[in-house]
């Protein structure tokens, strides 16, 4: 059901109650989860919390303790791994050193037999755009060319999902950003399902069409890029994409579309179809690019949050932005991000007023109750 270049009918891949249990450490806790067949997923989280045990769970490596996983409508819980259309992309490559390049990429279908190997070899090597190195032998190859044959060695099988287990980790900085882009062009040009396991933000970010954000064995929030950083709704999510401010406050109301936010004895806004309660405790957030500073309380707009009195800490000129730290006086501490547009650039120990427009920021379940105190 596969053509040469992947495009299956393999449908999704679905995890239905995936559970890992170590004794009685939970490292996959009650999982479900549907990866669209043809995305580039993400399973994106700290070291630890389970990434890896899942991956190793869908490609038969690890046998689950409890859940299902599917792959359209066949269930495939209990196959071998070789007998799985899945194929595995690891860190350390994995490419037999005695093999020259071609033969490492036909490794998969001379096992099987196959004797016409020339055109899907070269086929995979133009697709990774290393047709030019057929000869040489992996240690005669960068990290990233060895990376990039450790991909068509895998597509080369056909599998309806490939899973790539932090692919791009020995890579300097660099040469990750290139292949994260290079990796992002071949899975579109094959149209398979990629799972890719990560724990850094920006790779899943640049990457992934759909990122789930795990933690703790289970998964916190799964969306877009854009809809996780827009609309985090756990501060695990709100730090872990980027940087947030979350400032502790109450709900005083909701009136028509807006909830009104009491916070450091000021009064705050927020939209109300993004604020998780009606009243009580709660977190508002705002992205440190949103927050604006000014010099005084009349530079601001009518209608921005704003909180006064504010001292700047830290000043860091990092080219496209200046990035301030502002101590307020409760204590707590803004950070802004400013683009670097010729405006003057204030110095630690310059009194400034942070400020954001209203829509700009989220509600968070939480925060503490300070009428309660
Ligand atoms: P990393 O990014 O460091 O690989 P991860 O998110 O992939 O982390 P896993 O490798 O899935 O995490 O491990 C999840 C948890 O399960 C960890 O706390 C780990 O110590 C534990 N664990 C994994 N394999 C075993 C095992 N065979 N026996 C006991 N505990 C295990």
Redesign the pocket.
């Known amino acids: 059901s596969n053509d040469v270049l992947g495009r299956t009918e393999g449908g999704d891949l679905r995890l239905v109650g995936l559970t890992k249990r170590?004794g009685s450490?939970t490292?996959v806790d009650d999982l479900d989860l549907t990866v669209p067949q043809g995305s580039f997923f993400a399973l994106l989280?700290a070291?630890?919390?389970?990434?890896?045990?899942t991956l190793r769970m869908v490609s038969g490596l690890e046998e689950p303790t409890i859940g299902q996983i599917f792959l359209g409508d066949e269930d495939v819980t209990d196959r071998k791994p070789y007998r799985r259309p899945v194929n595995t992309v690891f860190q350390n490559y994995a490419l037999f050193p005695h093999l020259d390049i071609y033969e490492n990429v036909a490794f998969g279908l001379r096992r099987r037999g196959r004797k016409d190997v020339r055109k899907p070899v070269e086929e995979m090597l133009d697709l990774v755009e290393l047709g030019h190195l057929a000869k040489r032998k992996p240690n005669q190859l960068s990290g990233g060319q060895q990376q990039r044959i450790a991909l068509a060695r895998a597509l080369i099988n056909q599998p309806q999902v490939l899973l790539l287990d932090e692919p791009l980790g020995a890579l300097d900085l660099k040469l990750r950003r290139q292949m994260q882009i290079e990796l992002k062009r071949i899975q579109l040009e094959v149209g398979l399902t990629f799972v890719h396991?990560t724990?850094d933000q920006e790779e899943a970010m640049t990457m992934a069409d759909t990122i789930a954000v795990m933690n703790a064995g289970r998964i916190e929030q799964m969306g877009s890029p854009a809809e996780l950083y827009e609309n985090p709704r756990t501060t695990f999510v709100a730090n872990f994409l980027g940087q947030s401010n979350l400032i502790p406050g109450t709900v005083e109301g909701v009136t028509g579309e807006t909830a009104t936010i009491s916070a450091h004895g000021q009064r705050l806004t927020l939209d109300a179809a993004r604020c998780p309660v009606t009243s009580g405790p709660v977190i508002l957030g705002v992205r440190p690019e949103k927050v604006q500073i000014a010099l005084s309380a009349e530079e601001v707009p009518a209608g921005s949050n704003q909180l006064a009195g504010g001292v700047v800490l830290d000043t860091s000129f990092i080219g496209v932005s200046t990035q301030y730290l502002v101590k307020l006086p409760s204590g707590e501490e803004i950070s802004v991000f400013e683009q670097n547009t010729g405006r003057e650039i204030q110095r630690p120990g310059a009194e400034v007023v942070v400020f954001w427009d209203p829509s700009q920021g989220f509600g968070l379940e939480g925060g503490q109750d300070i009428e309660a105190g």
């Open positions: 170590y450490f490292a989280g070291s630890g919390c389970g990434k890896t045990t396991v724990h």
